[in-house]
């Protein structure tokens, strides 16, 4: 199965990487700092640790934006789907093509209302769990065969709906404790890199809670 995908995968690859992180969000600035959007944070944070500026990113034919950077010696992808949350799997696919990639090459980084706040989970493969950008990228690769790094954003307060509370910002008072959060996360998006899947989940899954 796995070498039909990566065979699928491997058609119209323009550019060198070996890996791919991908951070869910949704485009535009009103958007930038929400919880639905801590995906995109963690990505623009490893590029800006690497020396990427912003007007340094590529876009792919509108569907997403990305930037190519090294992690101890491997290229790596990092991308940020401009379709909107629910359709990311239409902006993922093609990229996997572009840069010869296979689903198993890929780590999707993504807001978790299940998680509490300030938790990590790293896992190999599963179920959407409910959020519908990973279900998108499902759908669109036709696996659940690909890596995931869930960031806890905890339940909203009761009576709250949940799409307005991800859509919404993290208090003022916890933003310090968010900032610790995304650079661990992207600490550990590296680690599922450098140290691979096993060795990374055994590192920064100790401390969440699923």
């Known amino acids: 199965m796995l070498g039909r995908l990566r065979g699928m995968f491997a058609r119209g690859a323009q550019q060198p990487a070996r890996k791919m992180i991908c951070g869910l969000g949704n485009p535009g600035p ?3 700092n929400t919880r639905h959007n801590v995906g995109y944070q963690v990505t623009a944070r490893i590029a800006a640790a690497k020396g990427v500026k912003a007007v340094a990113w590529t876009t792919q034919r509108g569907l997403a934006r990305f ?3 090294d992690i101890e010696g491997t290229p790596v992808a ?6 909107f949350m629910n359709l990311s799997g239409q902006a993922v696919r093609p990229l996997l093509r572009r840069f010869n990639l296979a689903p198993a090459d890929l780590l999707v980084v993504n807001d978790d209302l299940d998680l509490a706040f300030g938790s990590l989970r790293l896992r190999a493969a599963g179920s959407a769990g409910g959020h519908k950008g990973v279900q998108s990228i499902i759908d669109h690769l036709g696996t659940q065969d690909f ?3 869930r960031i806890g954003i905890g339940r909203p307060p009761e009576g709250e709906d949940p799409a307005a509370y991800v859509l919404g910002l993290v208090p003022w008072e916890l933003r310090p404790q968010l900032d610790g959060l995304l ?4 600490t550990a998006a590296q680690a599922w890199v450098s140290l691979g899947l096993e060795a990374a989940m055994n590192r920064f899954n100790r401390n969440s809670q699923a």
């Open 147 to 149: 890596a995931r790094l």
């Open 30 to 32: 009103s958007y930038a």
């Open 78 to 83: 990092l991308v940020q789907p401009l379709t």
């Open 67 to 69: 930037c190519t950077v």
């Open 183 to 186: 650079d661990q996360a992207a």
